[in-house]
């Protein structure tokens, strides 16, 4: 893949598949929906005339009044496990937490600037948040798409939750083992008697009361030798089949696979970057090998999928992924809600630097336009990113050369709907 802002941007009409980023990765595509592409079009006219007033001298022009169209929310910081593998171990279990009328009153207003969809996430477990099920009522009634990304652990929530769910919904469980074995030494229950096979046990209920919603198996791949600071990793590559089988036996509609990522010492997550070529190349040999297995074995209607970060560890190009333009213009598309404060992308999440503001931020839009209108000022994506093997990398290229561009911006989507707004 290029790296440049020609060869994303000409690939930002291709086929997903192609450039080798998964379908629900190709975020280009998806901005170019009839329901998001106006507010793209608000925000590049805007970074066209910031960028002219600048040149001239002149003062900047206001961030037009828009919100981000999607957000990762964690509704807390606290989790009942504790994962050796966990990207967010130095920020979980703080004290810090939402106020829930407040957090409703944030989302409300950004739901009237255009926010679109919040996948509820971590930093935490989702469904420990005291009002789980109402809030994913709440986020429902305002027409969002709702996400929830969970260990597993407490799915009476989530087959609470299920009916206020609709199509293009999905709940996925990070639960990374095929045994009972290795799922309780990868992830420390706090339960002495929680096992996979009792997770797995929901899932035909959960369908049962809403078949709309997608329902996936996470599974992210460890290897000998990587580490949580001194923590040394489970090793799980070799129960990537089995793990596929029990997710297609539970009712799962798929299985997701996607390489272990450690975070650097500057707070981003970066791909095992401490492996010889050699070592990482035996590593991808064996995760090629097991995935083939996977995908052989699954029946018809059950999907086997490689998330983009680890299709580009297999196909040897991920440092194309790492050179950002200076500007990332997902920090406007999409922001992190966290109960420590706002930030700018998942990758930096709990990160000084790449705070936006509070955690009430979007309570008050016009601070939260003028914090966001600063973040993409002062944040350098092509120095501070340049580690990340960034999943928006062919989205922020592709916006950047649409800014660059002297052909006015068509007020009709480039793209046809596809009902999904996640970014
Ligand atoms: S360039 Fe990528 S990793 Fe960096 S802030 Fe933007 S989206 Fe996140």
Redesign the pocket.
Known sequence: MNSGPGGDNAAAGGNAASRGVEVVHDFAQKLQQPSLWPRVVDYVRWQRALREAEAAGVQAPDLPDLAPLSINLDLTTACNYACDHCIDWDILNSKVRHEDDELRASIERMAARGLRSVILIGGGEPTLYPGFVSFVEFCKQLALQVAVVSNGSRNDRILQAAPFFTAGDWVRLSLDAGSNDVWRRMHNPSSKTLTLDEICGWIHKIKAVNPALQLGFSFVITWRGGSRGDVKIVENIHEMVAAAARAQEAGFDYISYKPFLERQADG?EVMDPAKTEQELQAVIARIQQNLEEARAAAPGGFRVLASTNLRVLMAGNWRDFTH??KT????ML?QVLTPLGTF?????RGVEK?QVGGKDLWAVPAAAQHATAGILGR?D?SV??RE?T????GT?WWVEELIKASAPLPDEAPGAERGDWFL
Request: net charge neutral.
């Open positions: 981003s950002q333009p990332c213009h997902m920090q999409r700018n992308c998942p990758a930096h790449a944040f994506a501070e990113c990340v960034c999943l928006y990398h922020n």
